[in-house]
């Protein structure tokens, strides 16, 4: 199967500073979207993009969609304690199943007060 | 306008015994997914149901799985005999339409721990 590689698999940060994730994979996508999971609870969308070299703004986070249609990043700025969680990306391939969303593996953020 | 609900929230089965898992989508939704998230793992896709047909379930296992989603009532995710390896978070989305692009409603999961 597809399989999307999420870097880094962790980050602890201070308060105030600029966090980036990315996402990889070997296949191109069609749609690149990222969740937050908090614990105990399910993913929340964040963002999703739908055109190579899309880059698309949610409050403090940017997230673009990569012009090879293999990558997408996440950025967060001036991050707050309230981001912590686990940032996936996931994406869908193009043709086949559009309502199947293949995932990363996530990156735990972590941010000290 | 309520999201999408799961329960039980945690479910504690014995080897053996039977787990059902239970999903409301969303309100006017009629596509629901359900994925599992084992431990550090993302999520992986299951099935995928509309009312009263099965429209994909290659993610799930052969054995022990079934998924259901009658014409009233909530989506179930059946698992019998289950075993250590069916410990996970199991999710259920719901969308308006068959299309995953526009982000699915994801629910709270319901957390299988099996002793």
């Known amino acids: 199967g597809q399989q999307l590689n999420q870097s880094p698999q962790s980050m602890f940060i201070q308060e105030g500073e600029d966090v980036s994730m990315n996402c990889t994979s070997s296949s191109i996508f069609n749609t690149w979207l990222w969740y937050k999971q908090e614990p105990g609870e399910g993913p929340v969308l964040l963002i999703a993009?739908?055109?190579?070299?899309e880059l698309t703004s949610n409050g403090r986070l940017t997230a673009q969609f990569g012009i090879t249609r293999k990558d997408s990043f996440l950025n967060i700025s001036a991050s707050i304690p309230s981001d912590v969680g686990i940032y996936f990306c996931?994406?869908?391939?193009?043709?086949?199943?559009?309502?199947?969303?293949?995932f990363g593996k996530g990156t735990l953020l972590t941010v000290n007060p | 306008n309520a999201g999408v609900m799961q329960n039980p929230r945690h479910l504690v089965r014995r080897r053996g015994q039977e787990a059902r898992l239970r999903c409301s989508p969303m309100?006017?939704?009629?596509?629901v997914y359900w994925y599992r998230q084992l431990p550090e793992e993302g999520l992986k896709f299951m099935v995928y149901?509309?009312?009263?047909?099965?429209?994909?379930e290659s993610g799930m296992p052969k054995e022990r799985f079934s998924a259901e989603f009658p014409k009233e009532g909530p989506s179930i995710l059946r698992i019998q005999q289950v075993v250590r390896g069916d410990s996970a978070a199991y999710f259920c989305?719901?969308?308006?339409?068959?299309?995953?692009?526009?982000?699915?409603?994801f629910g709270s999961g319901t957390r299988l721990t099996v002793v």
């Open positions: 149901l509309q009312k009263e047909n099965i429209i994909d």
């Open positions: 309100k006017g939704h009629s596509h």
């Open positions: 989305a719901s969308s308006p339409l068959d299309r995953g692009e526009g982000g699915y409603t």
């Open positions: 993009l739908y055109k190579a070299g």
């Open positions: 996931a994406g869908q391939i193009p043709g086949g199943s559009n309502y199947k969303l293949t």
